[in-house]
DNA sequence: TGCGATGATGTTTACGTAAACATCATGCAC
DNA sequence: GTGCATGATGTTTACGTAAACATCATCGCA
């Protein structure tokens, strides 16, 4: 800075200024200030710059793992809207979701250059650990239990489970099976409550539910149990990834989607046209999700009111062909 | 800091050196400052320790999208071993494969707070615009055509298609048809050369290329193509995720896979096997391509010797239920 | 016993920037 | 013409850390 100040003929500050678009300088010398950056190659030291403001303009995004679709749609629409925004994107991967793995990473979260951080897991994973921030850092979390401790954004995920769940009852089905996500996950224990709540007061039998893990492959074996019980004509899965091993095992065992089985999955992945049958699904606005998180903790780091309102991001059913009214048995 | 070496009554220097497990702090005087640090909630600002230092111990990661899985997986892989070398990894999108998308992301990268740069993106599309770095950062470039201006970390592309163009024909089929990725990438232009050169040299005619962008819905649209043309028994797509595409429009033409028509994949995420049929791809070890990125990244910053070697990243046929031998015809 | 070597700790300084304050020239009102 | 307001630019300082150097006590050995 100092020798494009020399160079220019002005002052380190007067560098500073134009550097940051600071008004009060004639436009000539912002023109010979600009000419020595450019023929110096100046760029600002942004280490500098953070210590001097006190903020890094970055956010940290924590989160196990980037293999579920919804999760690294969520990570990308957050990088979008976060750039729009100026902040730049520091990813804290949790190597494993034990309590050594999420440790690791808020220890290195802790020395890490954020003004805030948003946390894509289970809050009560977090508490195993003393959630050691930066000074000043701010939290916002994705879809989970975090109480009062934590602003909070969230999908609609009841209501996309009902809206699911609704759709097969409507189409005849006397009741429906669920695959749920893993036990620890919130949303997914919100999708099987809202199954169960569904069947409840519709008055029908609510079956034994099916446990998974996000993958294609667990769904595989859900579909297996599935796919062995002659009465169920119809299952939500909780997620779409699922919904496609739960095909796979119906398939192999010789029973038709959707003339003997309905499916019904969750997120509507890009890839869920494709599957064989097309599968219907509840829609997630996973850009949406990513702006309130970015809006949301922004508005926290500056101190602004508390942001406006809390309300969910809305699902939709998509209706594709995976899902018919049962068979006239 | 200075706090922190009032309340356990040393100076801060010895504070620093605590912090950063410098040898030569008895241990009396070393579990002071510790429990000074406790007690006053003491976190390092990385701000000052960046300027300091003169290096951030972060990386940035520049490109498009996350949707695709091979980039995910790349991405994934990159975070996990830069935080196991003590990096942070900042995520820089790039809005939209324009001159304009991509200067927007450079420009902001110019003032990023990073020591080197990973480009998981064709180098062709970051000619357009002057490349910014900060001042001594490093590139890295992943699976392009950098030629010999960035060092280039690479999955062995075309052994992988050569693998799969192999298979096929030692099937006993008599050609084979590709779907490739989209014009501008370098993988997909390799693996389509590939394809070209393993018909070549078997001496069998090269049908046309049908050109996809990726996605299942490209995909979808090729396997349309191919289920009209009667004569095709065998197609090599340049990723899984086409493939799904593929084998949705042939189930919809009334085209059985692997009876009447094999389709071979490339990247082996973890859903293929969970596709209808289980399909046969080429596994690409996205971890070892993460590990290398970093490693290699890191000598460089470091200003060490030139990495150890430029050997390609192996990738393997894996073999299911979508491939067989032609029909009798 | 004394002296140098060793190891523990303290003091000074600089990293690059931007806020706060100081200075200077210009122009306008009286 | 004098004085003062205004706007442009320069000077000083502090942000929190860690390297370099300085100091001090202790210990072993002649």
């Given at each position: 800075?100092?020798?494009?100040?020399?160079?220019?003929?002005?002052?380190?500050?007067?560098?500073?200024?134009?550097?940051?678009?600071?008004?009060?300088?004639?436009?000539?010398?912002?023109?010979?200030?600009?000419?020595?950056?450019?023929?110096?190659?100046?760029?600002?030291?942004?280490?500098?710059?953070?210590?001097?403001?006190?903020?890094?303009?970055?956010?940290?995004?924590?989160?196990?793992?980037?293999?579920?679709?919804?999760?690294?749609?969520?990570?990308?629409?957050?990088?979008?809207?976060?750039?729009?925004?100026?902040?730049?994107?520091?990813?804290?991967?949790?190597?494993?979701?034990?309590?050594?793995?999420?440790?690791?990473?808020?220890?290195?979260?802790?020395?890490?250059?954020?003004?805030?951080?948003?946390?894509?897991?289970?809050?009560?994973?977090?508490?195993?650990?003393?959630?050691?921030?930066?000074?000043?850092?701010?939290?916002?979390?994705?879809?989970?239990?975090?109480?009062?401790?934590?602003?909070?954004?969230?999908?609609?995920?009841?209501?996309?489970?009902?809206?699911?769940?609704?759709?097969?009852?409507?189409?005849?089905?006397?009741?429906?099976?669920?695959?749920?996500?893993?036990?620890?996950?919130?949303?997914?224990?919100?999708?099987?409550?809202?199954?169960?709540?569904?069947?409840?007061?519709?008055?029908?039998?609510?079956?034994?539910?099916?446990?998974?893990?996000?993958?294609?492959?667990?769904?595989?074996?859900?579909?297996?149990?599935?796919?062995?019980?002659?009465?169920?004509?119809?299952?939500?899965?909780?997620?779409?990834?699922m919904a496609l091993g739960v095909l796979r095992a119906l398939h192999e065992r010789g029973r038709r989607v959707p003339e003997d089985v309905s499916v019904v999955g969750f997120d509507d992945i890009p890839d869920a046209?494709?599957?064989?049958?097309?599968?219907?699904?509840?829609?997630?606005?996973?850009?949406?999700?990513?702006?309130?998180?970015?809006?949301?903790?922004?508005?926290?780091?500056?101190?602004?009111?508390?942001?406006?309102?809390?309300?969910?991001?809305?699902?939709?059913?998509?209706?594709?062909?995976?899902?018919?009214?049962?068979?006239?048995?």
């Amino acid at each position: 800075m100092a020798d494009v100040a020399r160079l220019a003929g002005v002052s380190s500050q007067t560098v500073s200024r134009v550097s940051n678009g600071h008004p009060g300088v004639v436009d000539a010398t912002r023109q010979q200030v600009l000419d020595a950056m450019k023929e110096l190659g100046y760029r600002p030291n942004s280490a500098a710059r953070a210590l001097k403001r006190g903020e890094f303009r970055t956010i940290g995004v924590i989160l196990f793992t980037l293999a579920t679709t919804g999760n690294s749609r969520t990570v990308e629409a957050i990088a979008n809207h976060a750039a729009e925004q100026g902040y730049a994107i520091t990813l804290i991967p949790v190597a494993s979701p034990t309590q050594d793995g999420v440790l690791g990473a808020f220890t290195r979260l802790g020395e890490l250059a954020v003004d805030g951080v948003i946390v894509i897991m289970e809050v009560h994973l977090l508490d195993a650990v003393a959630l050691e921030l930066p000074p000043g850092a701010q939290v916002v979390v994705v879809d989970s239990d975090a109480g009062d401790r934590y602003p909070v954004v969230d999908t609609d995920q009841a209501d996309g489970a009902r809206q699911a769940v609704s759709h097969l009852l409507e189409l005849g089905h006397h009741t429906v099976r669920h695959v749920s996500g893993p036990a620890e996950s919130f949303s997914a224990g919100r999708r099987a409550q809202a199954w169960r709540d569904v069947l409840t007061e519709a008055g029908r039998p609510v079956p034994p539910m099916l446990q998974g893990d996000w993958s294609a492959e667990s769904g595989y074996r859900a579909g297996l149990e599935i796919a062995a019980d002659p009465s169920c004509t119809a299952v939500f899965t909780a997620n779409d990834q699922m919904a496609l091993g739960v095909l796979r095992a119906l398939h192999e065992r010789g029973r038709r989607v959707p003339e003997d089985v309905s499916v019904v999955g969750f997120d509507d992945i890009p890839d869920a046209v494709s599957y064989l049958p097309p599968l219907t699904t509840i829609h997630q606005d996973f850009a949406e999700m990513g702006r309130r998180c970015v809006d949301r903790l922004l508005h926290q780091i500056r101190g602004e009111a508390s942001p406006p309102g809390r309300a969910l991001v809305p699902t939709r059913l998509v209706t594709r062909e995976s899902t018919a009214p049962p068979p006239a048995s």
